[in-house]
């Protein structure tokens, strides 16, 4: 596993990491920065942990992947 293999510009993963984290940093500043109903927080605090397994995920995939080393 190589910490240089992230970043793979041409990969679809590598893009799909990249939205995946914009996306929680999003959902993170609209909670702290909104007074939201319960459910919604709750909603949306499901979704941000759910891209942050999502983003974790993929970034192991990406660094264990073997074609970016040919």
Known sequence: ?????????RNPQ????????ALSSAI?????????????TWVLTGFALSN????????FRLMNDDAASG
């Open 1 to 9: 596993m190589k910490l240089s293999r992230l970043i793979q510009p």
């Open 14 to 21: 590598f893009w799909l990491l990249i939205a995946l984290n």
């Open 28 to 40: 993170s500043w609209i909670l702290r920065t909104h007074d939201l109903p319960a459910v919604v």
């Open 52 to 59: 942050v397994v999502l983003g974790l995920l993929i970034a």
